[in-house]
């Protein structure tokens, strides 16, 4: 009998990009997949603003009642986090909202396909057309689609999307909200950053062949494609304000010279220890980047360090920055040795904070998605986790060994430098370089255009 034919793998030049308004870490995710974003057909709403990327919350001609949906929980989250400092009120509301999003101990390994709460309430609005006018003008002109949260990817599945259902799962580890009601006869196919989340999918009823472990997409601009030229170039100077002292590239220099290559070795310093705090979507932890701001004044002022906070897009916390700056009398700083990075449009703001991130030292955030981040090299202090999620992220650093928990900020000028001498910080950025993912952007891009089975290199232990 003659041989039966391999059906032609169909090839796309583009998909559509779905995200979601809520936080940074949905948006942020897919930033990076913004070239290959597809305009739906119809829209006047997809240009210089949005790159193609759809805002499934926020998009031309979203009816009202869909809108209202998604504001009612967004609105909510953001306030349940903002309110997690005020004692014992706030506490009890954030860790109800927590225990609805709560990951389950991954051991003893068992079956956890029964749908929870939280997706049964999903369901219950999507069967009620939730979702539904999305998907039909996606299906005007049918193309894969890569999303970044779980919902949507729902309304496609539950609304009969015409082509392939990507998503990307954001954190090191998910709770069942990210499966839909019959995880075993869906055909949404999991981008997973890495390998946990991979068996975490699997537990909850997810089929291995829809399972992708790609690594969370990271900004092409700061690696520079398979070379890895730009990436290399950022961590031989960071490496030489992180060592200070020559401790780390004393023991280590065969593995840098094997992994950075002889021209990246060596390099002395071309900037000041460049530090950027981030804050998270819903402006929490502002008075962390304060007290750092307090700390490191006087260096600041002699600019023999360099400040980034990080406001993203929140001109509240923009304004806190500013004002504490000029209350400290060090707002003449701004624009040199100290800087405040904001922008009223997410998309630029990506931009901007990609961009600082080529001559940034030391990123110290919460535990969020910025922790793959630890991918380009960059050593993560962590501020106090927000969440269920941002506690396994936390685990996760760890164990790749590219993040320290912070210590007291008020004392950031003593213990950092303490940091610093030890070479604990030049390793971290080592240890992230060599063992968390960074090339899901790719991964991502020929899975879905190019039905490759591209997945994480197997130097990636996690």
């Not at 809520?22 to 974003?37: E, N, S, T």
């Not at 790719?442 to 190019?450: A, G, P, S």
């Amino acid at each position: 009998m003659p041989k039966k034919k391999n059906k032609k793998q169909k090839q796309y030049k583009k998909a559509y990009v779905v995200t979601v308004d809520m936080g940074y870490g949905h948006q942020r995710a897919v930033y990076p997949l913004k070239d290959i974003a597809a305009c739906p057909e119809g829209w006047d709403g997809c240009g210089i603003d949005t790159h193609n990327i759809i805002t499934a919350n926020n998009y031309p001609g979203i009816p009202g009642y869909d809108k209202r949906r998604w504001e009612g929980g967004r609105s909510i989250y953001e306030k349940i986090s903002r309110m997690k400092k005020i004692p014992l009120i706030g506490k009890i509301f954030f860790g109800v909202m927590d225990h609805l999003q709560r990951i389950e101990p991954f051991y003893p390994k068992r079956d956890l396909s029964r749908p929870t709460f939280q997706v049964r309430s999903i369901y219950r609005m999507i069967e009620k057309g939730w979702g539904k006018h999305l998907i039909e003008v996606l299906n005007r002109k049918p193309l894969p689609m890569i999303t970044s949260f779980f919902s949507t990817a729902f309304f496609a599945e539950y609304h009969n999307f015409k082509e392939d259902i990507y998503c990307i799962c954001t954190d090191t580890d998910i709770s069942r909200a990210w499966v839909g009601m019959e995880p075993a006869k869906s055909r949404i196919k999991y981008l997973a950053p890495n390998r946990r989340v991979k068996e975490r999918l699997m537990l909850y009823g997810v089929k291995e062949k829809n399972i992708y472990i790609t690594g969370f997409p990271l900004p092409k601009e700061n690696i520079g494609g398979k070379d890895l030229h730009i990436l290399k170039k950022s961590i031989a100077y960071r490496i030489a304000n992180l060592d200070p002292e020559n401790r780390y590239r004393d023991k280590y220099q065969r593995t840098l010279k094997y992994y950075l290559g002889r021209d990246y070795c060596n390099k002395k310093p071309r900037h000041p220890l460049t530090i950027t705090f981030a804050v998270g979507g819903a402006g929490a932890q502002r008075q962390i980047g304060s007290t750092i701001l307090e700390s490191l004044h006087s260096l600041i002022r002699k600019k023999q360090v360099h400040l980034n906070l990080v406001a993203g897009v929140r001109n509240d916390v923009y304004k806190y920055y500013y004002n504490y700056a000029r209350m400290m009398g060090i707002d003449k700083s701004l624009g040199t040795s100290l800087n405040i990075i904001y922008d009223t449009n997410k998309i630029d703001y990506f931009k901007k904070f990609n961009q600082i991130l080529l001559t940034t030292d030391i990123l110290w955030t919460k535990p969020s998605e910025l922790s793959f981040y630890a991918g380009l090299g960059l050593p993560i202090i962590m501020a106090p986790p927000i969440g269920s999620q941002e506690d396994y992220n936390k685990d996760w650093l760890h164990a790749v060994g590219a993040g320290f928990e912070q210590d007291d900020p008020r004392y950031t000028h003593e213990w950092l430098f303490d940091w610093l001498s030890s070479g604990w910080l030049a390793q971290a950025a080592m240890e992230g370089f060599l063992d968390a993912p960074r090339n899901g952007a790719y991964h991502t891009e020929e899975i879905v255009l190019e039905g490759k089975r591209s997945e994480i290199e197997d130097m990636h232990l996690l």
